[in-house]
């Protein structure tokens, strides 16, 4: 069963970072591809780049978890 865990845990980070990996490109190709006008684009992506660094690597959905000491 732990076992199971681990490598569940293990898999979604490295989802997460194949994700993140993903969106620094596609960041880079807006950003070459668009003189003007990527702003609201590149806000989009950062935001989400932001959320999953949050969410996953800082571990704040335990925050709120409770019980976790």
Do not use: C, T
């Not at 069963?1 to 490295?14: C, F, I, R, T, W």
């Not at 969106?23 to 935001?47: C, F, K, Q, R, T």
């Not at 999953?52 to 409770?66: K, N, Q, T």
Request: proline letters at 1%; charged letters at 15%; zero cysteines.
């Amino acid at each position: 069963m732990e076992q199971d865990k681990l490598k569940s845990a293990q898999k979604l980070g490295v989802v997460i970072a194949v994700i993140l990996i993903a969106l620094v490109v596609l960041e880079y190709v807006v950003a070459l591809a668009m003189d003007s006008g990527n702003l609201p684009w590149m806000l989009i992506m950062n935001v989400i780049d932001a959320a999953l660094i949050i969410y996953y690597f800082m571990h704040v959905a335990h925050l709120w978890r409770g019980g976790h000491e």
